[in-house]
């Protein structure tokens, strides 16, 4: 699980490298699919990881919207920030956390259940999920994507 995350990490590093040598227009025009453009997606990505971690933490949310950190320069200092906190609770995962329950409010007012173990493997299905979308775009403007191979990234224990 620590290395999913730890190859999740690397991934997006390399997309923001890439994404230095496209226009403030290519990182904001609107695309089919995701939450919207590239940078609103890697923002969204940082997001998520994070508040996920909060709520398994039982710690306020982040409430804050993509509009504050319309740069790459932002959403990179964002994920830096928030990464301190996400990379702190992976590194002390342990298997007791694995079963332990996250209860939930459903949107039709059930109760919903979900093991830890559970809810961290969404969220490292679910930026994989947007980096491929990240890959489909570059390709649609022309570009090379980052490659996705977890071979050769020095991961392994």
């Given at each position: 699980?620590?290395?999913?995350?730890?190859?999740?990490?690397?991934?997006?590093?390399?997309?923001?490298?890439?994404?230095?040598?496209?226009?403030?227009?290519?990182?904001?025009?609107?695309?089919?699919?995701?939450?919207?453009?590239?940078?609103e997606?890697?923002?969204?990505?940082v997001?998520?990881?994070?508040?996920?971690?909060?709520?398994?933490?039982?710690?306020?949310?982040?409430?804050?919207?993509?509009?504050?950190?319309?740069?790459?320069?932002?959403?990179?200092?964002?994920d830096?920030?928030?990464?301190?906190?996400?990379?702190?609770?992976?590194?002390?995962?342990?298997?007791?956390?694995e079963?332990?329950?996250?209860?939930?409010?459903?949107?039709?007012?059930?109760?919903?259940?979900d093991?830890?173990?559970?809810?961290?493997?969404?969220?490292?299905?679910?930026?994989?999920?947007?980096?491929?979308?990240?890959?489909?775009?570059?390709?649609?403007?022309?570009?090379?994507?980052?490659?996705?191979?977890?071979?050769?990234r020095?991961?392994?224990?």
């Open positions: 699980m620590k290395m999913l995350f730890q190859y999740n990490w690397l991934v997006r590093e390399d997309w923001y490298l890439w994404c230095e040598k496209l226009s403030e227009e290519d990182l904001l025009c609107k695309r089919t699919g995701g939450v919207g453009s590239i940078l997606t890697l923002f969204h990505i997001d998520v990881e994070w508040s996920w971690i909060r709520v398994l933490q039982e710690q306020p949310d982040f409430q804050e919207s993509f509009e504050n950190f319309s740069t790459l320069e932002k959403v990179r200092q964002l830096a920030k928030f990464r301190l906190e996400v990379e702190a609770f992976v590194n002390n995962w342990n298997d007791s956390m079963s332990r329950i996250l209860y939930d409010t459903s949107p039709d007012g059930g109760i919903e259940q093991t830890w173990g559970e809810v961290i493997r969404h969220v490292i299905a679910h930026e994989i999920h947007h980096i491929g979308q990240l890959s489909i775009w570059a390709r649609e403007i022309g570009e090379k994507p980052i490659s996705a191979n977890v071979i050769g020095g991961l392994a224990d």
